[in-house]
């Protein structure tokens, strides 16, 4: 059996010695890891996220449109969208500026 050089962990000594075991063998492909956000957002974080619209620093200080978020919010709590995308970044980055501006 060969030694890999030691620059080559993980992934790469793992995939030679299934090459050299199984030479036969493909490594399965590779999956992105996903989350559940939308599922969240729509779950366990909805009381949050609908918090951060009603008195959060994002938008107090009107860094956004609040009636804008409040219809994506609907249609994605509605499952008319997926609004993920907008949402999740909204209320990270209102947890994080309420956080910053008010430490604990």
Do not use: C, I, N
Request: aromatic letters at 8%; proline letters at 8%; a positive charge.
């Amino acid at each position: 059996m060969r030694v890999l050089a030691p620059r080559y962990g993980g992934k790469h000594l793992l995939r030679g010695l299934l090459k050299e075991l199984l030479p036969e063998a493909r490594a399965p492909a590779q999956t992105a890891f996903r989350t559940p956000v939308g599922r969240w957002l729509r779950g366990p974080l909805a009381p949050v996220l609908q918090e951060q619209m009603a008195s959060g620093a994002v938008f107090s200080e009107e860094w956004l449109d609040r009636r804008a978020v409040a219809q994506l919010a609907g249609e994605h709590m509605a499952g008319r969208g997926d609004w993920t995308h907008v949402l999740w970044p909204v209320l990270s980055l209102g947890l994080w500026l309420d956080r910053f501006r008010d430490p604990v």
